[in-house]
């Protein structure tokens, strides 16, 4: 079973400061992780991906997320936040094709002026 | 980038109705599609999982003779919400997955979420 856990629920910043969310999983299989965003009353839009290759990924909006293998992280970061960034972000696992994602609780990112 | 429509995106009903949810992929064929719901301040609690052409797997808990999940075809997926209760007011979401072995497999694409609320 495939679990995802998302240790902070909010992450309060003022705009323009980094910042990073921080997501941790579990899984016996071979995964692909996702950060997804979501505003309010909306769907989930995707921020980015790791499939294979780089452990570094490069999203939209400025964002960036490392996988590490070996701490069963895939922690998303910004050098510098927007106003408009203030939203729900979702720490996400799959498994293989047709699989169900698994989400963690999600962390709502304030960017306070 | 693939494109997930879902309509409506907020219905009103009277308690006793029954509503429909359509989940569509506008340009691409959707083997698998899920459906969310999402309750205030939440993650995603995951309903039912379906599969074109056949019979979705419900979730334990979710029950699939209020929850009516059809996936008559590669583009569209309806969640029917039978003799809906206040209980049931809730944001609902379908996601959708390409056909295995593509690109459009590698990640599931959603749609635009319905705010139901039942009067």
């Known amino acids: 079973a495939q679990s995802v856990t998302q240790l902070d629920s909010q992450v309060p910043v003022f705009e323009e400061a980094p910042v990073e969310l921080r997501c941790n999983y579990s899984?016996?299989?071979?995964?692909?992780l996702f950060w997804y965003v979501q505003y309010p009353n909306q769907g989930l839009q995707l921020l980015l991906k790791y499939l294979s290759g780089s452990t570094l990924v490069k999203g939209i909006n400025g964002f960036e997320a490392e996988f590490n293998k070996s701490q069963t992280s895939f922690h998303l970061r910004k050098p510098s936040v927007h106003i408009s960034d203030t939203a729900e972000y979702f720490c996400a696992v799959s498994g293989d094709y047709g699989q169900n994602f698994v989400f963690g609780p999600g962390t709502r990112l304030s960017v306070l002026p | 980038g693939a494109v997930v429509s879902q309509h409506p995106s907020r219905v009103i009903c009277k308690s006793g109705t029954s509503v429909k949810i359509e989940c569509r992929s506008l340009?691409?064929?959707?083997?698998?599609m899920f459906w969310y719901r999402q309750f205030p301040k939440k993650s995603l609690m995951l309903m039912a999982t379906?599969?074109?052409?056949?019979?979705?797997?419900?979730e334990q808990g979710v029950e699939k003779d209020k929850f009516l999940i059809n996936h008559a075809s590669l583009t569209l997926s309806t969640l029917t919400v039978t003799s809906a209760h206040p209980e049931d007011s809730s944001f609902y979401i379908c996601?959708?997955?390409?056909?295995?072995?593509?690109?459009?497999?590698?990640?599931?694409?959603f749609g635009q979420g319905t705010r139901l609320t039942v009067v």
């Open positions: 899984s016996s299989v071979s995964v692909y």
């Open positions: 379906s599969n074109e052409g056949s019979k979705a797997t419900y």
């Open positions: 340009d691409f064929q959707a083997t698998t």
């Open positions: 996601s959708a997955r390409g056909v295995t072995g593509t690109d459009l497999n590698t990640e599931a694409f």
